[in-house]
């Protein structure tokens, strides 16, 4: 049977096919024009950039840190290059264990670089990089570049490092950089100079290097470098150079203070100097030290833990943080109070019998049997705590406390490192808010009153706070901050910036007033009977000075036995002194930790510090002869501070004096 076919049908559906057919294509041919257009016009600016990130690299360059130098110039703190092996723990193909031990055939990989290495990995972001061996040799360096190809994710890279020459000697002034964490890079981040940071793997971590961390750092500079499809750069485009940062000219004498550190001993302890007439710390001294290159490429375990388990603590800035009873060096400030409030003339005595009463209760002298007749010469002198006692009694706590804060005791003195305590000092007010649990301890009782005056019981102060005052003192009431980068030096046009120009204040005082307590100190020193004498004796400059010695745990009346006490529980010795006595260059305080008496402990330290700064002699050397001044300016202490009113001629025989 033949099939008739219908042509108009047929027809009809192939038109309808084609027609289909047209429309799909011109469809899919509009959505590619479409596409074309969003992507080369309306999103042109988007991925062209995008293009050009992918081709051109922008590679951050870290600057150079900015150099610590003291005074004359003896780098403290310098940078050097060196290669580094580092990790980067996300890009790597095989595990970490197994890729380090296949490096450990080519390059030394100890133990502790190990350790090191993963705490510091915990420390870091997954995509940083992270050192597993610093300070490559040129072997080391070409051995591992031979191999690169087998460890993916593993670079020798080129790294400034800090360093610091003198190791110990300063470092808490100083301090030191690290890593940094990730609390620290979070910071970073919020902050306004996060872009500052690309690169960038260490900061300042504590003294100047932390509180200088911004003008140390530098500004970071940029290339832009166009690389190949792998990732291989072709050439540089453009450079915006780093700039190194900014350079700090301390005012510390690093000779001085090698003196002072190396007169400490073994001793714990802490000695801040000062020159009275800028401010500039001369020497700083927290001992014992810690060496900063330890923490630079991140410290081991087990050093790091005999840092933190010493019970000596060398990891402590003990004149920043360190607070102490300042003992009988609080005496002439006492002294000072007594005669601006009108509580005392110079020549009005008392008649010492080794004690004094009040309420029943007996508070003993340190000599049995007293000193005898003494004026206020006399209690400077020989340290008399009679005296203080009645005059404590008589002027009452709130005198003393509102006298004594304007020479910055109780406050924070504003020093160039961060974390400085305020130290105690004590007033009604405080107490009331010290023991606000306990309403039967609010109370300010005489007997605090009483120990306050001899500069024990509640005062508590940071040898920093006790040198800014005896400086101000030094400096007849003229008040400059205590700081210890004097320049701010810029690297590239060498412009220097000083960071303290002019006083910071002035302390209402008459001269008259001043010059009594200044000849008191000279005698503590010069005087026969002086606490100081033994230890002064033939010294060829004049010098003003005061002993202290505090206890560090409550006797409740028993007798202090030096030899019998435990080692850490035996009292502070302490030592306060201005030089030359006229025209002070230098004023200092210290403290030796559980050391006892500050005539026969401190004193010594003190002397071996005034006489390498005035006379240039080191300990061991032979007397140097004293600098001629010129006529004008050569003055006896009684030329300097007019007659000693009320002080006792030198016996004829020489007297042992006090030990304190």
């Not at 690169?148 to 790294?159: N, S, T």
């Not at 900063?292 to 990891?315: K, M």
């Not at 529980?569 to 302490?574: I, W």
């Amino acid at each position: 049977m033949t099939e008739i076919k219908d042509s108009d049908r047929e027809i009809h559906l192939f038109r309808m096919r084609l027609t289909a057919m047209v429309a799909f294509v011109f469809i899919c041919f509009a959505l590619l024009v479409t596409r074309w257009i969003w992507l080369q016009v309306v999103k042109h600016d988007q991925y062209m950039a995008q293009a050009e990130d992918n081709r051109i690299a922008l590679v951050p360059i870290v600057p150079n840190r900015g150099l610590i130098v003291d005074r004359n110039g003896v780098v403290l703190a310098s940078n050097y290059s060196a290669y580094t092996l580092e990790i980067t723990p996300s890009k790597l193909e095989a595990s970490l264990d197994s890729v380090i031990d296949e490096l450990a055939k080519l390059v030394a990989i100890e133990p502790k670089d190990r350790k090191r290495f993963k705490r510091l990995m915990e420390e870091s972001k997954n995509f940083a990089s992270v050192p597993i061996r610093t300070r490559l040799t040129d072997d080391e360096v070409a051995r591992f570049t031979a191999q690169r190809f087998r460890f993916p994710g593993v670079e020798v890279q080129a790294r400034l490092f800090r360093q610091y020459p003198l190791g110990e000697v300063a470092s808490h002034v100083v301090g030191y950089i690290g890593r940094i964490n990730q609390n620290e890079a979070k910071a970073i981040d919020a902050g306004d100079d996060a872009a500052n940071y690309n690169g960038t793997d260490h900061i300042g971590k504590e003294g100047l290097e932390k509180s200088y961390e911004r003008q140390l750092h530098g500004q970071t500079g940029y290339e832009e470098v166009e690389r190949s499809a792998g990732g291989r750069a072709i050439r540089t485009l453009s450079r915006t150079p780093a700039v190194p940062g900014t350079n700090l000219v301390l005012s510390i004498d690093i000779e001085l203070q090698k003196v002072a550190e190396e007169a400490f001993g073994d001793f714990r302890g802490a000695l801040v100097a000062i020159e009275p007439e800028t401010g500039d710390v001369l020497a700083y001294v927290s001992r014992p030290g810690f060496d900063p290159n330890l923490f630079v490429d991140g410290i081991d375990a087990q050093s790091w833990n005999e840092l933190n388990t010493s019970l000596d603590r060398p990891l402590m800035n003990r004149p920043l943080s360190g607070t102490y009873p300042p003992g009988s060096t609080f005496k002439p400030f006492m002294a000072l109070a007594a005669l601006e409030l009108g509580k005392r003339r110079p020549e009005q005595g008392i008649s010492d019998a080794g004690f004094f009463m009040l309420g029943g209760h007996r508070f003993n002298d340190d000599k049995p049997g007293g000193h005898g007749y003494i004026d206020m010469y006399r209690s400077i002198v020989m340290s008399c705590d009679t005296y203080y006692y009645q005059l404590g009694n008589d002027m009452g706590i709130d005198a003393i406390s509102g006298f004594m804060g304007q020479f910055g005791f109780g406050a924070q003195t504003g020093i160039d490192l961060e974390h400085e305590k305020s130290g105690v000092l004590p007033s009604q007010q405080w107490k009331r808010e010290r023991f606000k649990r306990n309403r039967a301890a609010q109370k300010w009782v005489g007997g605090d009153t009483i120990s306050v005056s001899i500069g024990q019981g509640f005062n508590s102060y940071t040898m920093l706070q006790l040198a800014h005052a005896v400086s101000t003192l030094a400096n007849n009431g003229v008040v400059m901050k205590p700081h210890l980068v004097k320049i701010l030096e810029d690297p590239t046009t060498r412009q220097r910036t000083l960071t303290v120009a002019k006083e910071s204040g002035r302390i209402p005082l008459k001269q008259d007033n001043i010059d009594v307590v200044k000849r008191g100190m000279v005698g503590v020193i010069a005087d026969q009977s002086g606490t100081a004498y033994k230890m002064f004796r033939n010294i060829s400059y004049t010098a003003g000075g005061k002993t202290g010695t505090a206890q560090v745990v409550g006797l409740k009346g028993a007798k202090y036995n030096h030899n019998m006490t435990p080692e850490r529980l035996r009292d502070n010795a302490l030592f306060t002194a201005f030089a030359p006595a006229d025209k002070p260059r230098i004023a200092f305080a210290m403290v030796v930790e559980n050391a006892g008496w500050g005539g026969t402990i401190a004193a010594p330290i003190a002397r071996k510090v005034l006489d390498y700064y005035l006379l240039g002699k080191r300990p061991g050397e032979k007397d140097k002869p004293a600098p001629v001044l010129p006529k004008d300016d050569q003055a006896t202490p009684e030329e300097s501070f007019g007659p000693s009113a009320g002080a006792p001629k030198p016996p004829g025989g020489e007297t042992p004096g006090n030990q304190e």
